[in-house]
């Protein structure tokens, strides 16, 4: 595998003479099946041979006493060739360049290595308490792992809090839950605080369920009141989607990607998690046509594929999207390339939408999905037919687009609204 990176056979052989050779190949095909450039691997390897010399010249003589000799490495790498000027800050970022890639090998060839990355936590807060809580959020109430992330979330927080008073499960009363959720509701805003309680709440069940808790305390927990229909979709107009896609450099793989999630989004209204979960099995080129299965509603859609938005993926597919075993469409655009998240998705459309100058609360995909049906709504399009169209669970979820329906209303407004109702 180095001699795929390197011109000079004496090269690999300095690499090769190191005693810890086999665990840097081994690295080096991790960094190659995860789409590294030659840059990265090449600027990599160098440090991990010189750490090696440095552990062997510490006393290690196997590759489980490598941990061990980390920290003194960076210590001593970042005083002999961090410039003497250096902030603290820049050393600091030094050491957490030269740490990485050690810890990276270390992680392929120590079992049990951590390393200093973020601690792990726990898949289930509630573990010793309520053990298989998740599996019947998964069996019983049939929620996608997508929403049973969601609960993990949140349950954690609710989960750290008890552990930052001093509290366990057989402490939760009316009064510490009241606690909690105004702790919350500083940190959260309205649906994160209304999503946090409703969880909350599933989880007070099943523990009453199950015996831990004498009483279903679920009731004491409130979500934030609110009125139906009271909020207004926050859509943008047709000029200003102009001004986002005009904002894409379509010359690098980047631009290209993101201009085709750009469009999905706006085209078809569809929700950050469909359009990465979409897979190149999902178009069907022959007939133009466009699944999006397992939608949020229970059902999959199929769309005719527009022109614009084919074109948009073909150039994405034949000169941005890295060369992967992966069947999703869409990809990180740096290393390690593996498919993105809904995440990426919204981030993608909020990053847009401000380098465009374009004023919206909370900008992200949501905001070209709610354009999308402002646009069905002023072709006046019924609510049913838009309501299919974006994938809508219920029709109260396309209710709230009447408000917009600006044409319909004035015609209420001067007439008697018969034709309208």
């Not at 010793?128 to 049939?142: I, N, T």
């Not at 150039?315 to 990426?344: C, E, N, W």
């Not at 169209?389 to 209303?409: D, F, K, M, N």
Request: proline residues 6%.
């Amino acid at each position: 595998m180095l001699e795929q990176y390197y011109v000079k056979p004496g090269t690999v052989d300095r690499v090769h003479d190191s005693w810890i050779a086999e665990a840097v190949e081994k690295y080096v095909e991790w960094l190659a099946a995860r789409g590294y450039r030659r840059f990265s691997v090449l600027s990599r390897v160098p440090i991990l041979v010189r750490f090696g010399e440095f552990a062997s010249d510490a006393g290690a003589t196997n590759w489980d006493q490598l941990p061990a000799q980390v920290e003194p490495f960076v210590a001593e790498w970042v005083v002999q060739r961090a410039p003497a000027r250096a902030t603290a800050v820049r050393r600091k970022e030094i050491a957490k360049e030269i740490r990485g890639p050690i810890e990276q090998m270390l992680r392929l060839v120590v079992a049990g290595y951590v390393g200093s990355g973020r601690p792990h936590k726990p898949e289930n807060p509630f573990q010793m308490d309520a053990p298989r809580f998740f599996e019947y959020l998964r069996e019983e109430k049939g929620l996608r792992d997508s929403t049973v992330w969601q609960y993990r979330h949140h349950l954690r927080r609710f989960a750290a809090y008890l552990e930052r008073n001093g509290l366990d499960v057989a402490h939760i009363s009316p009064a510490v839950l009241g606690a909690f959720v105004a702790e919350c509701g500083h940190r959260v805003d309205w649906s994160g605080l209304r999503n946090c309680c409703g969880e909350l709440r599933v989880l007070l069940r099943y523990l009453h369920r199950e015996g831990v808790l004498p009483k279903d305390l679920s009731g004491v927990v409130e979500p934030p009141q609110a009125f139906r229909l009271s909020g207004i979709p926050r859509s943008i107009s047709w000029e200003d989607v102009q001004r986002v896609l005009e904002c894409v450099d379509r010359r690098t793989p980047l631009g290209k990607r993101d201009y085709a999630i750009l469009l999905l989004l706006v085209t078809y209204g569809l929700r950050g998690h469909e359009v990465a979960t979409l897979t190149l099995d999902d178009i069907d080129w022959r007939n133009e046509r466009l699944r999006i299965p397992e939608r949020k509603a229970g059902h999959s859609t199929a769309y005719p594929l527009s022109s614009v938005v084919g074109e948009a993926m073909i150039d994405y597919l034949q000169h941005g999207r890295p060369q992967t075993k992966y069947r999703r469409v869409f990809l990180r655009s740096m290393a390690p390339v593996v498919p993105i998240a809904s995440a990426a998705v919204c981030a993608c459309a909020g990053r847009y939408l401000r380098k465009a100058g374009v004023q919206v609360p909370r900008p992200g995909s949501h905001t070209l999905r709610h354009t999308c049906v402002q646009r069905l709504v002023e072709g006046e399009f019924s609510l049913k037919t838009i309501g299919d169209y974006v994938g809508h669970r219920s029709p109260s979820s396309t209710q709230i687009y009447s408000r917009v329906a600006i044409e319909a209303l004035r015609r209420v407004a001067m007439g008697n609204g018969e034709e309208v109702l």
